[in-house]
């Protein structure tokens, strides 16, 4: 059975600081990989795909990396900004479009 | 992207009442799912709703406790039946948009659901 993982489970860093959150999962057979962002009493928000065969993506500020492999992914974010404070999702489609997801990383970035 | 809208967006029920969950998407798609995230959880996913077939659902979730309907490629419905406190979460509906050689699924804003 997949089992997904973030570690932190919160963060809190001064605005403008670069940041990675991680993400790992146990099987390694998956389709892709999404990271998503989650505010309070809010839906999804999706900020990048990965495909299993790609190692990276990039939107903006942002920085997504793949090593199935090992089972990692990790999110860059840079120059870290008040407005980046959210919880932060990644989950893994292992077919048939049904996600797995880790428990999330809660971000706080203080001005 | 998709644009989905859900209803209600938040509701208090008394216990061994039912409620229903209307998800909305702005075009059509093949596959719809239902999503449950109990407090300070993630999420976890309760069925899959194929247009014209049985929703399928994953284990620990039985129809007779969340029945889906999918009238239709933009339209389906969760229904919570005989709802206990346990059953506080936030629901949420997803669609999977297909570009290139992958899928990216999106989600609604989701339904609060608290039970009293």
């Known amino acids: 059975k997949q089992e997904v993982t973030q570690i932190p489970a919160a963060l809190s860093v001064p605005e403008g600081e670069n940041l990675v959150l991680n993400c790992s999962f146990t099987d390694s057979a998956i389709y892709n990989l999404q990271w998503f962002r989650q505010d309070p009493g809010k839906g999804l928000t999706s900020l990048l795909l990965i495909q299993s065969s790609q190692r990276e993506q990039t939107s903006g500020r942002l920085n997504a990396s793949l090593d199935k492999s090992s089972g990692r992914s990790t999110l860059y974010i840079a120059a870290s900004q008040p407005g980046d404070s959210a919880t932060y999702l990644c989950?893994?489609?292992?077919?048939?479009?049904?996600?797995?997801f880790g428990q999330g990383t809660r971000l706080t970035i203080n001005p | 992207s998709a644009v989905i809208s859900q209803k209600p967006s938040r509701d208090i029920c008394q216990r061994g009442t039912s409620l229903t969950i209307q998800c909305q998407v702005d075009?059509?798609?093949?596959?719809m799912f239902w999503y449950r995230q109990q407090p300070g959880q993630s999420l976890t996913l309760i069925a899959t709703a194929n247009q014209g077939s049985e929703a399928t659902y994953e284990s620990g979730f039985v129809i007779d406790k969340f029945p889906i309907s999918r009238p239709n490629l933009t339209f389906s419905t969760l229904t919570v039946s005989n709802m206990s406190p346990e059953d506080s979460s936030i629901y949420l509906c997803s669609v999977a948009r297909t570009s290139g050689l992958y899928n990216e699924q999106f989600f609604g804003p989701g339904t609060r659901l608290t039970v009293l």
């Open positions: 075009s059509q798609v093949t596959m």
């Open positions: 989950a893994v489609d292992q077919g048939a479009q049904k996600l797995v």
